[in-house]
């Protein structure tokens, strides 16, 4: 590996156990056996190579929350049932000690702060809508429209701050993936209702 690589998995780890805000360029130094120099060179300043670093952490999660769905799952694309399997592998995630999740909501808590960070880290979570509809609904994240992204990838997003909120103040009252189904449910009978 190159600097440019030492100092992605320095902050990778450096985030992981102090946040976004302890985090020191001179820590990422420390622990990418890097020089101080390299963060400017290859990412510009530490926050930006802090942001990069998160968004390297988050698109790792893509194997946890597939799970089974895409490698053998039963369930039909945009069913319920998929809809609860996802939840539940997403869920897991955010039940696992160090978990990533408490560094997203003192990323979001720090988005006025940092203006160009804030610019790097919206374009990712546009992103993200955009790759985690197939989990739910199959086909191919370069398929998904701009429409598609817009509505159906920005709702699950949306459910996604929510449960990370609620799993990081407080994970012995936040749903679980067959309460969440089951006020989808609540939803769509009373949208239906003649």
């Excluded at 020089?35 to 698109?59: M, R």
């Excluded at 720090?110 to 197939?134: N, S, T, Y």
Aim: aromatic letters at 6%; proline letters at 3%.
């Amino acid at each position: 590996m190159g600097h440019r690589e030492d100092l992605l998995e320095g902050a990778k780890r450096c985030l992981l156990e102090k946040g976004f805000a302890r985090t020191t360029a001179r820590d990422i130094v420390k622990e990418s056996g890097t020089n101080l120099a390299s963060i400017g060179y290859h990412y510009g300043s530490k926050d930006a190579l802090l942001a990069q670093a998160y968004v390297s952490l988050v698109e790792g999660m893509g194997d946890a929350f597939e799970g089974d769905v895409t490698a053998g799952s039963t369930t039909r694309p945009g069913s319920l049932e998929r809809f609860q399997e996802v939840w539940s592998n997403i869920i897991d995630t955010m039940r696992e000690p160090g978990s990533l999740w408490g560094l997203s909501v003192e990323i979001v808590a720090m988005g006025d702060q940092m203006p160009e960070v804030r610019e790097h880290l919206a374009r990712a979570q546009r992103e993200g809508a955009r790759g985690i509809v197939p989990l739910f609904m199959d086909g191919r994240e370069e398929d998904v429209t701009d429409e598609t992204v817009n509505t159906l990838g920005n709702f699950y997003l949306v459910l996604m701050l929510g449960l990370v909120t609620q799993w990081t103040f407080d994970p012995k009252g936040a749903p679980e993936a067959d309460q969440l189904t089951e006020g989808l449910r609540r939803v769509i009978a009373a949208a239906t209702k003649g």
